[in-house]
């Protein structure tokens, strides 16, 4: 088995976060499943994932001061491993654990995700709970000065046998379920901790070896960001996908801000391995945060998003309620133009960037076809010049507009005309 098999191209889903935070149900991710099995499967979109918290019985009853709840009424095994909360995830009763919710995905024709915190429970170290098949408990494998500033759950583990066991345990609990993705938090970067004291680091290489020894083909997602770019041969190694951003939310500046991201990472875009750009706030978010309301971002910078995402190849996980889908953002997810270029041949490169403007250019050698997109980052119209992509090449070409369809003619000697925030781009 062979960890670059697990996603050959970028991992297309939903995830529960951006709209329900702590508290998402089995009806609600059911009602999700449903929604992408019927409209969004055929465009790529296949992996539907829990996020944080599903153990929690309490979650988000004291949103008003706390996101996370210090030790609160949280579902543990006997084996120190989180399970899922029996009032929110009723199939999970009597040991079922996420099967039957996996299944209910599997027999959609979609895979099952969940969301994991770095390291052991706390409550499982501090009543030394056994670890599953072994004479170690909890307390032998955690390391008590390795903890995560935004969330009371868990202790991280030492680089040891007992660490390791751990690991395994858990993996091997989540392949009973069928469990198809796992996003693990608090392992790809930490604000506490230098980079050379961080536990993150070899608890993501046991994680890795947790899963390569299971046999389940388990796509991994590192988060939270901004990786390390230092890093980079490390995510790589262990990992499928991994956060290059903080948690990104429906903010300008945090999408003009995305450009120089990917600028950065650019070239450690491969087959299995993609640096993540984070979930696609499209839609509906907010409700969990007591916040709903429709995305910030306009129509085109909602296709600016979609854009630089897809020619960057970055993962596309939507954080909007699947079930308020507009038509408008359906179709701002399923361009099937743009959707192709997360295919496996097409090499992304930017050509080049600045405070007003970026383009973009990505081409599939094996095919020939070519495409470049002309972002305005500006606050004001502006005029791209298209000679610094065009100039190697027999102008005028005829090319698709990806979002309109229409055909046109790219002229080195022209400029492209750009809104405040718009995105033109080209298919040839």
């Given at each position: 088995?062979?960890?670059?098999?697990?996603?050959?191209?970028?991992?297309?889903?939903?995830?529960?976060?951006?709209?329900?935070?702590?508290?998402?149900?089995?009806?609600?991710?059911?009602?999700?499943?449903?929604?992408?099995?019927?409209?969004?499967?055929?465009?790529?979109?296949?992996?539907?994932?829990?996020?944080?918290?599903?153990?929690?019985?309490?979650?988000?009853?004291?949103?008003?001061?706390?996101?996370?709840?210090?030790?609160?009424?949280?579902?543990?095994?006997?084996?120190?491993?989180?399970?899922?909360?029996?009032?929110?995830?009723?199939?999970?009763?009597?040991?079922?654990?996420?099967?039957?919710?996996?299944?209910y995905?599997h027999?959609?024709?979609?895979?099952?995700?969940?969301?994991?915190?770095?390291?052991i429970?706390?409550?499982?170290?501090?009543?030394?709970?056994?670890?599953?098949?072994?004479?170690?408990t909890?307390?032998?494998?955690?390391?008590?000065?390795?903890?995560?500033?935004?969330n009371?759950?868990m202790?991280?583990?030492w680089?040891?046998?007992?660490?390791?066991?751990?690991?395994?345990?858990?993996?091997?609990?989540?392949?009973?379920?069928?469990?198809?993705?796992?996003?693990?938090?608090?392992?790809c970067?930490?604000?506490?901790?230098?980079?050379?004291?961080?536990?993150g680091?070899?608890?993501?290489?046991?994680?890795?070896?947790?899963?390569?020894?299971?046999?389940?083909?388990?796509?991994?997602?590192?988060?939270?960001?901004p990786?390390?770019?230092?890093?980079?041969?490390?995510?790589?190694?262990?990992?499928?996908?991994?956060?290059?951003?903080?948690?990104?939310?429906?903010?300008?500046?945090?999408?003009?801000?995305?450009?120089?991201?990917?600028?950065?990472?650019?070239?450690?875009?491969?087959?299995?391995?993609?640096?993540?750009?984070?979930?696609?706030?499209?839609?509906?978010?907010?409700?969990?945060?007591?916040?709903?309301?429709?995305?910030?971002?306009?129509?085109?910078?909602?296709?600016?998003?979609?854009?630089?995402?897809?020619?960057?190849?970055?993962?596309?996980?939507?954080?909007?309620?699947?079930?308020?889908?507009?038509?408008?953002?359906?179709?701002?997810?399923?361009?099937e133009?743009l959707?192709?270029?997360?295919?496996?041949?097409?090499?992304?490169?930017?050509?080049m960037?600045d405070?007003?403007?970026?383009?973009?250019?990505?081409?599939?050698?094996?095919?020939?076809?070519?495409?470049?997109?002309?972002?305005?980052?500006a606050?004001?119209?502006?005029?791209?010049?298209?000679?610094?992509?065009?100039?190697?090449?027999?102008?005028?070409?005829?090319?698709?507009?990806?979002?309109?369809?229409?055909?046109?003619?790219?002229?080195?000697?022209?400029?492209?005309?750009?809104a405040?925030?718009?995105?033109?781009?080209?298919?040839?």
């Open positions: 088995m062979n960890k670059n098999d697990f996603a050959l191209t970028p991992p297309m889903g939903w995830n529960s976060y951006d709209y329900y935070d702590t508290a998402v149900t089995e009806d609600a991710v059911k009602a999700n499943a449903d929604f992408m099995a019927q409209n969004l499967k055929r465009y790529g979109y296949e992996y539907v994932v829990v996020d944080i918290e599903w153990y929690s019985n309490d979650a988000a009853t004291k949103r008003d001061k706390f996101q996370y709840i210090p030790f609160g009424d949280d579902e543990i095994d006997e084996y120190g491993r989180f399970i899922p909360s029996p009032n929110r995830f009723p199939s999970s009763k009597n040991g079922a654990g996420f099967k039957p919710l996996a299944d995905c027999n959609l024709g979609l895979k099952f995700g969940i969301h994991i915190m770095r390291g429970p706390r409550t499982a170290a501090e009543r030394h709970l056994p670890i599953l098949g072994t004479d170690y909890a307390n032998d494998a955690v390391n008590p000065s390795s903890i995560c500033g935004w009371p759950d202790y991280g583990v680089d040891n046998e007992a660490g390791q066991a751990y690991y395994n345990s858990i993996i091997e609990l989540y392949t009973s379920w069928g469990v198809d993705f796992i996003k693990c938090d608090d392992i970067d930490s604000w506490m901790y230098k980079p050379e004291d961080f536990s680091w070899h608890e993501t290489r046991m994680l890795h070896r947790a899963i390569m020894n299971s046999g389940r083909p388990i796509t991994l997602s590192l988060s939270p960001g990786a390390h770019i230092d890093k980079a041969f490390h995510y790589q190694e262990n990992a499928n996908m991994w956060r290059i951003t903080d948690d990104f939310w429906d903010k300008w500046e945090l999408l003009k801000n995305m450009f120089w991201r990917c600028e950065m990472w650019q070239d450690h875009v491969k087959t299995g391995c993609f640096p993540d750009c984070d979930m696609l706030p499209i839609g509906k978010v907010g409700a969990g945060f007591n916040s709903l309301r429709d995305s910030n971002f306009t129509y085109e910078e909602c296709k600016t998003m979609m854009t630089l995402w897809c020619f960057f190849r970055s993962p596309l996980m939507i954080g909007g309620e699947l079930t308020m889908m507009t038509k408008e953002n359906l179709g701002l997810l399923t361009n133009k959707l192709c270029f997360l295919q496996d041949g097409w090499k992304p490169r930017q050509i960037r405070d007003n403007q970026a383009i973009w250019m990505t081409e599939n050698r094996a095919t020939g076809e070519k495409a470049v997109a002309f972002f305005n980052l606050e004001h119209p502006l005029d791209i010049e298209t000679s610094a992509v065009l100039k190697d090449f027999e102008t005028p070409i005829k090319a698709t507009d990806i979002w309109s369809n229409e055909q046109e003619e790219l002229d080195s000697n022209k400029s492209i005309k750009l405040p925030h718009q995105v033109r781009a080209y298919l040839f």
